[in-house]
T-cell receptor, first 114, second 110 residues
Framework: EAQVTQNPRYLITVTGKKLTVTCSQN?????MSWYRQDPGLGLRQIYY???????DKGDVPEGYKVSRKEKRNFPLILESPSPNQTSLYFC?????????????FGPGTRLTVL | QKEVEQNSGPLSVPEGAIASLNCTYS??????FFWYRQYSGKSPELIMF????GDKEDGRFTAQLNKASQYVSLLIRDSQPSDSATYLC??????????FGQGTELSVKP
């Protein structure tokens, strides 16, 4: 079954404690990205990756890091989380980033930073 | 002008009616258009995509594309309370990035 998985699904943490949200896909997709979604602000892209070892900033990259060492995995790293990073996070994948490629979302990670 | 615009709603329709959701986009070169449904707290789920001018039907859903007027719409026939959700329009830009509208909240009243 084609799927995108994220872990953890829910996380409550404290300011400054480094955390990693994992994302994995089994569709052999080249293009992966991270979004955050906040009430009234819609989906905002944090980072994206066109392929292994190729990453680039999205619309709201401050305070986040990513890596793409393998095709299937695209972890999101918060080195020093702050309360304004409390949000609902989605990982997403697309075939190759062509305009006709469909994008699939992971189930989401709800993060609370106290 | 925003790249992809939708009315935020909420749009309220009675059960059994046709719900009409609209989306306009700014890039005349756009070739593909996606509609996602998102239940509260859940991830967006693809329900329709359309590439060509005209209508595309899938069950109770019909996507309508008018490239000359730069709008794409989603019609939901025989609306059910389970259709109550936020509907997101998405259009890839020239770089391949998927641009989302803010979403339209639909409420179907029994």
């Amino acid at each position: 079954e084609a799927q995108v998985t994220q872990n953890p699904r829910y996380l409550i943490t404290v300011t400054g404690k480094k955390l990693t949200v994992t994302c994995s896909q089994n569709m052999n997709h080249e293009y992966m990205s991270w979004y955050r979604q906040d009430p009234g602000l819609g989906l905002r892209q944090i980072y994206y990756s066109m392929n292994v070892e190729v990453t680039d900033k999205g619309d709201v990259p401050e305070g986040y890091k990513v890596s793409r060492k393998e095709k299937r995995n695209f972890p999101l790293i918060l080195e020093s989380p702050s309360p304004n990073q409390t949000s609902l996070y989605f990982c997403a994948t697309r075939g190759s980033g062509r305009r006709t490629d469909t994008q699939y979302f992971g189930p989401g990670t709800r993060l609370t930073v106290l | 002008q925003k790249e992809v615009e939708q009315n935020s709603g909420p749009l309220s329709v009675p059960e059994g009616a046709i719900a009409s959701l609209n989306c306009t986009y700014s890039d005349r070169g756009s070739q593909s258009f996606f509609w996602y449904r998102q239940y509260s707290g859940k991830s967006p789920e693809l329900i329709m995509f359309i590439y060509s001018n005209g209508d595309k039907e899938d069950g109770r859903f019909t996507a309508q594309l008018n490239k000359a007027s730069q709008y794409v719409s989603l019609l939901i026939r025989d609306s059910q309370p389970s259709d109550s959700a936020t509907y997101l329009c998405a259009v890839p830009n020239q770089g391949g990035k998927l641009i989302f509208g803010q979403g339209t909240e639909l409420s179907v009243k029994p």
